[in-house]
Structure formats: C-alpha cells, structure tokens
C-alpha cells in the first residue's frame, strides 16, 4: 500500500465529508453571532436533504438521464426551504422570546417526523426516497487535479465542496469587512448598544436565522446528492450537532470553523480508510461508527475556552432592557 | 365545583391545555395536506386505545416508559439543565438489564432486583459523563449527551454482537425467568397485554422525584442552583457538583425505564438500527408536564396513547405514524414558545381578567 496514495485519499474523503459540516457549522455561525442560539441545525440540514433528494427526484424526468441540472435544483429548493423552515425558531426565539435550545430541539423532531411523514406519502408508503439518477459528480479542476498528492486531494471534490470553501470565504468578508458583518456582530454582542445606534435588533436576527438555515440546508441537500443519493431518516445522523461543536471549536469565526469541520470530517473518513486498510477485521464495525461522535466529544472536553462565545448568545433582546 | 373551574382556567393550566390543541391543529393540516381524513383519523386513534381490555393494556406498557423518561428529562431541567440524552441513558438500562439477566443466575425476584438496579446505575453513569463534562470542562450537556446517545446505541450494539447475540441473529437470547418483571394476573385479565412491574414503579419514582425535590436538602440545592447559579454559588452549594448529581438522579430514572421495558415487555435486546425514540417523548412529557410529577404522569398518559393509537390511525385511516412525531414535536414548540400560545389566549384571558373584576 502507497502511503502517499492512502494520505491522498484521507485528505480526499475528508472534505467530501467535511463539506456539509462546514456549510451547517456556518449557518450556526451567523446565527449564533446574531445572539440566537441555533440547535436546530440538525433539523434545518434534515429539511434540506428531504428537499434537494424530492425536488432531484421529481425533477429527474424533465431532463435527459444522468443530467445533473436537476441535482442543482434541487439544491437551490434545499437553500430555500432551509430559509422556510428555520422561520418558526426565529419567531418562537426573537419574537415570542422563547428558550432557544427548546424551540431548537423542537424544530429538530418536527424535521424527523415531517420529512418521513412526507416521504412515506410521496413515495407510496416507503420510507426513503428512490435512489437519485441525478447527483453531483466530482469535478476534476483542469491542470490543478494533475498535481501530485494534492491534485487528487483536494482538486477532485464534488462541487458543493468549493463552494462550502468559498461561503467560508464570503463569510469572513461579509463578517469582519463589511457594515452587515459589524452589525451582525454588535446585535450578537450588546443588541441594547446595537439598539441605541439605530440598528434594528429583530431584523438583523431574523435575517441571521434564515440565512443560518440557508445554509444548513445546503449541507444537508449535499449529503444526499452526494454520498448517500438518496434520502431516509438516518441521512442526517447527528451531523447537525457535530457542526454545533465545530463552531465551539472553530471559535465562532469561519476560518477556524473551517479547520474544525475538516477535523470532524476525518472521523467519517477515517471509516473508509479503516476498510482500505484491511482492519476492519479487527476493528468491530461498532466502534468505528462511534468515532465521530466520540471525537465530538473528547474535542470539546479537551478544548477550555468558554469565554469565546457571542456575549448575548441564547438570550433574547426586549426592547428597553439593559 | 368552584374550586375545579378555577383549577381549570389557571394559565399554568390553559398553556399546555393550548399547546396541545394547537398541536393536534397542526397535525390535521398535516394531514390535510397529505390528502387524509383527520377526523376519522383521530377518531380511531381514540378507538384504538380505549376500545378493547388489551389495546388499552399495551398503551399502558407504551406509557410507562414515558413516565421514566420524563421523570429524567424533568429532574434534569429543575437544575437548569436539558436532559437530551435520556434516550441513550434508556438504551444503557436496556443494555445493562438485559446483560444481567442473560448472563448471571441468581434466584427470583433478587434477580430482577438486581438488573434493574444495574440497568439504573449504567443509565446514571452515562447521564453521570454529560455532567461532568459539564460541570468540570464546561461544555453544554446538549452536545455531549447527543453524542452519548449515539454512542450509547452503537455501544450496546457492540456488546450485544460480542457477548450476547447468538451467532446469525439479531436479538439476545431471553432473559431468564427469574429476571422477569411481567405482572401475569394483570396480563392474563387485559388479554395478554404485556404490562409489567415497570408502570407501579414509575407511580412510585413519581413520589420519590416529588420527595427529593421538595421535602430533602439536596433537593432545595438542586432546585436552588437550577433558579439561579450565582446566588447558589454565593450561598456556599457547589454548582458543579449539583450539576453531575442532577444529571446522575436523572439518568437513573431514564436508565430504570430501560431496565423495566427490557426485563417487563421484549425480555431480549435487539440489536438497534435507530434509537427507540422513548427520551426524545420524554422531553415532550416533561414540558408540557410543567416538571411536576402529576404532569408527568398525564403527559406520559397523552403522549404514550397518542404513539400506541398511532397504529389505528394507519390502519383505519392510512396516515403515516410519522404523523403523531409531528403533532408530539408541535406540542413541544409551542409549550418552548408560550409567548405564542399567551398572543392567541389574550382575548380569553382578557376577558376573564374583566369578569373577575
């Protein structure tokens, strides 16, 4: 075995599966440096997943077989309906001034049971949907994806994943470069200072909670036109919470979030990687499903830096208040 | 009479009264919009629970469960603290009980005692690490006891493969008898539904929530620090150690329930493809209970008939059972975002503020 081929394709496999971490992590972003508190990106990237395989699906025989325009629209239907669908957690939590983490853990079981509810009646009683025909295929970046080592690495990624990469980039311009951003943030810091300086708290929230399921939705809608080509209830397993722990980790700024979704995604790499190497005989196929989730865990209790977090985070505005 | 109505048209009453309708509102639209019929739909729910002896027994095995769990999830909240992973601390009293029972030999009625007790300690000690984590690196328990959930899951599912599944199946052998938990006269007169020792255990941890809650210190500490943290620090109650207790009381109730569905129901555990989905309800109960015993148990009583009629629904009507996940998480939202339900109530209440006038 080329160690230099297995190291490739680590790296590979990692940003297939870091891709949807980044895009929810980043969604978690806005909303948490908004001051709401965003456990329902689980949910969020649930909807979106449902949406992009039935759109994908429905939108299959318009075009000729193996086109993958309908895997786009379904993914631009994902982006919308994540926006939808993350509208009752920023009424409950901005408007209605609701526990934030409650409203969240709600939206989340209402995307489990709809999503299949919806299912089931769309596709005749099943399940999940059937398996997509249209799905993103890698793109190979002329001449870079010849590069050795990093050619195959990093330049033959599915197209979502250049685009998670470049929303990191837009991410950190629109937050630290522009007025938006600052005012992104001061709502998310002190809303009552941001208030007094005529900016308007609830919209500025309500703005950050759509995009933030705009964007979780686009990495759910990635996990099912990519890895999985279809959609059940286990397509999003947990992913949605692993990108609330990489935006602990990443600090709440998008290039560290970056890095911690990368470093969430080598524990699902690390699955294939494990079959590769024959050790999948030793290893019980138990423990290698538990090692995301266990990661998750072992990071953030090795990982002591509590203050980071947006001061006003997960505590609603009342206009008025101090 | 009086005293009832007044009862009755408490807010604290008239809340969740409203979540719940608008719950059950929200799911008929569901279903409106999936080209059912609602009406018949919950009609033969109702059937399906109260129609005969044996149906009703299985909604009260459907029950049970919830009781624990939302006892957990409850305990946990007192504290301040959102106990999401009953559902992994439920699949660890499962794992332990069952191990008990399956692999030791020890005489009747000591036999189950000690499963259970082993399954509530393994439930305690799961919900026990979230707290810690808490407590001592500070990370919230949301994430982490989300992931002990899975964890949890994938671990039973590693220990029942390697020790407890027959090679080529799917399911642990059965519990021995002596481990058994089943109230047979019971059974026999409700037609051979399976209910168990579980249900008059979970009244029992009822009390017992009440009496540590509100009759012991370390109740008083829990309840204190769940209020306010600060003040508790300053009184001299450590928040820290609070916190793992909380988490520890709280997941021996979710691990009891796993230990009373194992040993009371199934008497195996099979290896699980998806979480059984008791914890999350338990989250539900405990809200729309308010966090009190009484509210619990009617909680659990909603909650568990609406999944066990769920199947009449299906069959009488077609709906997906799905369809009660949403009403349940429905429910959920709007007891999380009263200010909701309190906009819609406000001529009702407006009106009875004026006639008490």
């Known amino acids: 075995m080329d160690w230099l081929v297995l190291g490739s394709n680590l790296i590979h496999d990692t940003i297939v599966f870091s891709t949807a971490l980044i895009f929810a992590a980043l969604g978690g972003l806005y909303s948490e440096r908004s001051g709401v508190v965003n456990i329902g990106l689980e949910g969020m990237m649930v909807i979106g997943a449902f949406t992009g395989a039935v759109c994908t699906f429905f939108m299959q025989p318009f075009f000729e077989p193996g086109s993958v325009i309908p895997a786009w629209i379904g993914f631009v239907a994902a982006i919308v309906a994540g926006a939808i669908f993350s509208l009752p957690h920023a009424v409950a939590s901005i408007t209605f001034k609701a526990d934030q983490t409650v409203s969240g853990v709600a939206l989340n079981f209402l995307a489990a049971g709809l999503s299949v509810y919806l299912t089931k009646i769309l596709f005749h009683g099943a399940g999940q949907t059937t398996t997509l025909t249209s799905v993103f295929s890698k793109w190979h970046i002329p001449g870079l994806s010849e590069i050795p080592f990093f050619g195959h690495a990093i330049f033959e990624a599915y197209p979502t994943s250049y685009l998670a990469f470049i929303a990191v980039a837009i991410t950190w311009f629109l937050l630290f470069k522009t007025s938006y951003g600052l005012r992104l943030r001061s709502v998310g810091e002190h809303p009552r200072a941001a208030d007094t300086a005529g900016i308007n708290v609830f919209r500025v929230r309500y703005n950050a909670v759509m995009i933030s399921g705009a964007l979780a939705a686009m990495g759910g809608a990635t996990i099912a036109l990519t890895t999985t080509s279809n959609f059940s209830h286990n397509t999003i397993s947990g992913q949605g919470y692993i990108a609330l722990a990489a935006l602990i980790f990443g600090k709440w700024r998008p290039v560290g979030v970056m890095w911690a979704a990368l470093f969430f995604g080598i524990g699902q790499a690390a699955k294939s990687l494990i079959q590769i190497l024959g050790l999948a005989e030793y290893v019980p196929t138990e423990l290698i499903y538990m090692l995301p989730y266990i990661l998750t865990v072992i990071v953030l209790a090795g990982f002591v830096g509590r203050t980071n977090a947006p001061a006003a985070s997960g505590k609603p505005y009342e206009t008025g208040s101090r | ?357």
């Open chain 2, 1 to 357: 009479m009086n005293r009832v109505i007044q009862v009755f048209t408490k807010e604290s009453f008239l809340v969740p009264l409203f979540a719940i309708i608008l719950g059950l509102v929200v799911g008929a639209l569901a279903m409106l919009a999936g080209g059912f019929n609602p009406l018949l739909a919950y009609e033969s729910l109702v059937v399906k629970v109260f129609g005969d002896l044996y149906n009703f027994g299985e909604a009260i095995r459907q029950i049970t469960p919830l009781i624990f769990t939302g006892l957990a999830v409850a305990f946990a909240f007192r504290t301040g603290l959102f106990n999401i992973g009953a559902e992994g601390q439920f699949i660890m009293g499962m794992l332990g009980a069952v191990y008990v029972g399956v692999a030791f030999d020890l005489p009747p009625i000591i036999h189950a005692v000690v499963a259970i007790i082993v399954g509530a300690l393994m439930g305690g000690i799961w919900a026990g690490i979230a707290g810690y984590l808490k407590a001592a690196r500070g990370v919230h328990e949301v994430i982490t006891s989300i992931m002990l959930n899975w964890i949890g899951m994938y671990f039973a599912n590693y220990i029942l493969n390697a020790f407890l599944v027959p090679k080529g199946q799917q399911r642990s052998e059965i519990v021995h008898d002596s481990a058994v938990i089943t109230l047979q006269a019971l059974s026999n007169f409700l037609g051979g539904a399976r209910v168990h020792w579980g249900t008059p255990l979970a009244l029992i941890c009822a009390v017992i929530f009440f009496i540590i809650l509100w009759k012991t210190k370390t109740g008083y500490e829990l309840r204190a620090v769940g209020l306010n943290p600060h003040a508790s620090e300053y009184a001299g109650m450590s928040v820290n150690r609070n916190i793992v207790k909380a988490m520890f009381i709280s997941g021996l109730f979710a691990g009891l329930g796993g230990a009373c569905e194992t040993l009371g129901v199934f008497h195996y555990l099979a290896v699980m493809s998806a979480m059984p989905g008791y914890g999350f309800d338990g989250i539900a109960v405990a809200l729309i209970g308010g966090n009190t015993p009484i509210g619990i148990v009617l909680g659990a009583f909603l909650f568990g008939a609406l999944s066990y009629g769920a199947a009449g629904m299906k069959f009488s009507a077609g709906v997906p059972i799905e369809l009660i996940r949403i009403v349940i998480s429905s429910v959920i939202f709007f007891v999380a975002a009263h200010g909701i339900v309190r906009y819609l109530l406000k001529p009702i209440l407006a009106k009875r503020k004026e006639e008490g006038r």
